[in-house]
């Protein structure tokens, strides 16, 4: 709108002008050289006025032919910009769509009309790595470090390349070389923290943290968690050298998080080496509140040595009520009231967990019965159980279970990896035949079988033997945590010398009694 009327206000003053000159006519005369001309105002005006665009034409004819070799270089240079776009652009659809023959014939177009452009090179290198030459794409990507505008490109395509190769000494050079490059680069500050972790350098796995979390690759709880972490793995590393030393980054690591195991566990044990008992409990209440494991369970209840067992119970149930309801709460007191010979205690700890129990609790099920009643037959169910209870919670990390808890997984290297939980793969097949098992009741008598249908006896395995508690010492590695208790170990399966082993799904048998099944099943 205020183009218009700027439009009409300048029409409406050329026309108010040329009124106002045809209003008062006048003459003009030229002499020169012998000449005169005579004219009017108006004509004059006229006149110059051709003159002017004459002249601004021939300049524009003579400015256009001066410039015409640029013109024509300028031309060609978008014709020949716009057809490597469509290369580039083409080339690019056509890796994404997996066509190796058109992309390498648009990389080859691109790399003609358009070669060293950082796009043609790209598309170069990627060709190459859809057809499988790691040697052209490792060219294509050194090519670009020699280029500002495509180094950090180029070295990212190299640490690729080493990583697929399992060159590890190269992926690390480039990633350095690119985190020293630009240190806000994301990837390659993590890939030199793994680099680190993975050698077992933790003092430089340390430094690389803290040079992510200044430029912002790591949120604040992260990098706490991590270094954490960390600072762990020192204090495993030189338990047994420098154990003053272990002991201050143990406890700066739990301190850092709570609620790591590992850590707090080890500040604990080496604290209980110095006599500083008190610190230690304290270390291990709060841990066992945000995560009771038995790790910290065994440590607390060995705070002392030379201590009582009936002495140890009191102090594990005074754990057990930081965390009330827990399952490892209860497991704690009825490991400790075994060894005190407190079987109604022990009995009373584990019974919220009878309906569905683990294999932890089953083994202590049965090493209840053997130890109290002398009942055989009730042990050989509760081991026999066992076998198909649920899975207890292990070190797990990227489907990967251990033992002992590790910083690193040794699936993915990805650090901090290892949560305590039940193993998710196996979860499935627990329940599923966890649904087919009877409940046992402790307290109930076993039922009588029918009069109508004859008892068939079976004979029984040989007892297996419920094991011991193993001594402190012997259960407590020296450079990494205790491992977690296996069940496998705790009662072995035992069969006959002709007994196959159980069936997947075993045929009902109908003709026998319940008690003769259960026997049968025992085996």
């Known amino acids: 709108m205020i183009r218009v009327m700027l439009f009409l206000a300048l029409v409406a003053l050329i026309a ?17 050289q012998g000449y005169r001309i005579e004219t009017s105002v108006m004509v004059l005006l006229v006149a110059v006025a051709l003159v002017v665009a004459v002249a601004l034409l021939l300049w524009s004819l003579i400015r256009t032919v001066l410039r015409s070799p640029d013109l024509i270089a300028m031309f060609l240079g978008h014709r020949r910009g716009v057809r490597g776009y469509l290369a580039i652009s083409r080339g690019l659809i056509a890796i994404g769509a997996g066509d ?27 060709v190459a790595q859809l057809a499988g030459d790691r040697t052209e794409a490792e060219f294509a990507f050194r090519a670009m470090t020699e280029r500002n505008d495509t180094k950090l490109l180029g070295l990212r395509g190299l640490y690729v390349e080493a990583q697929r190769r399992a060159d ?46 200044r430029y912002g690759l790591i949120d604040k709880m992260g990098y706490r968690r991590q270094r954490a972490v960390l600072l762990t793995a020192r204090a495993l590393a030189i338990e047994e050298t420098e ?38 409990s304290r270390a291990i209440e709060a841990a066992w509140a945000a995560s009771p ?33 827990h399952v490892e709460s209860a497991i704690a007191v009825a490991r400790a009231a075994l060894d005190a010979q407190e079987f109604a205690v022990a009995r009373e700890a584990l019974r919220p967990f009878l309906r569905e129990p683990t294999q932890r609790i089953a083994a202590l099920m049965a090493e209840i019965e053997q130890r109290d009643s002398g009942d055989e037959g009730r042990a050989r169910e509760w ?70 249908q ?17 001594p402190r010492a012997a259960r407590r590695s020296t450079a990494l ?31 026998l009694p319940a008690d003769a099944r259960r026997r049968l099943r025992s085996k």
């Open 481 to 511: 945590p205790r491992p977690a208790p296996r069940v496998e170990a705790v009662i072995p399966l035992v069969h006959a010398p002709d007994d196959p082993g159980p069936e997947p799904h075993p045929e009902p048998e109908p003709e």
């Open 16 to 32: 108010f002008g040329v009124v106002w000159v045809a209003d008062r006519p006048g003459d003009v005369a030229i002499t020169w």
């Open 168 to 213: 590890g000494e190269a992926a690390r050079g480039y990633a350095e070389q690119a985190a020293k490059a630009a240190p806000s680069l994301a990837w390659a500050g993590q890939a030199v923290l793994e680099y680190r972790c993975s050698t077992g350098d933790w003092t430089g796995a340390l430094a690389a943290l803290d040079r992510n979390s």
């Open 293 to 325: 494991h038995p790790d910290l369970a065994d440590t607390y209840a060995h705070l002392r040595s030379g201590e009582a067992a009936r002495e140890r119970l009191a102090r594990v149930q005074g754990l057990a009520q930081k965390a009330p309801g």
């Open 243 to 280: 154990p003053d030393r272990s002991r201050s980054l143990a406890l700066e690591a739990a301190k850092l998080a709570p609620d790591l195991v590992p850590a707090v566990d080890l500040a604990a044990r080496l604290l209980i080496e110095r006599g500083d008992l008190k610190k230690a």
């Open 383 to 452: 081991m026999a159980r066992a076998l198909n209870a649920l899975k207890d919670p292990a070190w797990t990390a990227d489907g990967f279970v251990s033992d002992r808890w590790m910083p690193l997984s040794p699936v993915s290297g990805r650090l901090d990896a290892f949560q305590w939980k039940v193993p998710l793969a196996e979860l499935g097949e627990h329940r599923a035949t966890i649904d087919a098992v009877e409940p046992i009741q402790p307290a109930s008598p076993p039922p009588s079988p029918p009069p109508a």
């Open 454 to 470: 004859p008892i068939v006896e079976v004979e029984a395995p040989p007892e297996p033997p419920v094991r011991a508690p193993e």
């Open 100 to 126: 190796a023959k058109a992309a390498r014939k648009f990389a080859g177009e691109a790399e003609k009309i358009a070669p060293g452009e950082p796009l043609a090179l790209l598309l170069h290198a990627q």
